[in-house]
């Protein structure tokens, strides 16, 4: 059976905002090396949007090779879309949810093949709160943003879960990976 990995960056104070972090090659690269072990990412319409950023640096690289790796595994990674606005997507590796979170997420991690990643935080507390959350990758920048989207507001119950493993980046950025237990 599929796994569910949560994976999300964060600040020190436990935001999620992308405007607060500045992931550094080291970071794109795990990202890159994570999204290529992966089979779907699961993204809501924010972040979803958020990603397309990366869609025109496959025809045209920037430069970077860490973020141009990230463009091409980003590119190629099936998506799935859950949103109550968008009406298509035009991103050929990406499709609208036609089910809901919980009946998709079940579907999915039936069927053989990678990992189901999750990286936008309204479906990681959903998926929290359904239990179907199997890993979290709670990437901790050194940054205290003061305010913004906190990650863990919504959660329904109390929650424990088991340290699995640390990474540290150069950056000071941490690396943590839990167990939820169930």
């Given at each position: 059976?599929?796994?569910?990995i ?8 436990g ?21 290529s ?24 690289p ?6 141009d790796?990230?463009?091409?595994v980003?590119?190629?990674i099936?998506?799935?879309?859950f ?11 990406a ?13 999915l ?21 359904l ?23 919504n ?28």
């Amino acid at each position: 059976m599929r796994k569910v990995i949560a994976a999300i960056n964060m600040t020190l104070d436990g935001f999620c905002d992308h405007t607060a972090v500045n992931p550094d090659d080291e970071i794109h690269e795990h990202y890159t090396e994570l999204l290529s072990k992966g089979g779907v990412a699961l993204y809501g319409r924010t972040t979803y949007q958020l990603m397309e950023y990366w869609k025109p640096f496959v025809q045209k690289p920037m430069g970077n090779k860490a973020m141009d790796d990230f463009a091409v595994v980003m590119d190629k990674i099936e998506k799935v879309v859950f949103s109550h606005t968008l009406k298509s997507v035009d991103w050929e590796s990406a499709r609208l949810a036609t089910r809901s979170l919980e009946e998709e997420v079940l579907a999915l991690k039936q069927q053989p093949g990678k990992d189901i990643l999750v990286g936008s935080p309204g479906l990681i507390i959903q998926l929290m709160n359904l239990q179907l959350i199997d890993e979290c990758q709670l990437c901790v920048h050194p940054v205290i943003a003061g305010g913004g989207l906190p990650l863990f507001k919504n959660i329904s119950d109390r929650t424990t879960l088991t340290l699995l493993k640390t990474k540290t980046f150069g950056s000071g950025a941490v690396l943590l990976y839990y167990e939820p237990v169930k």
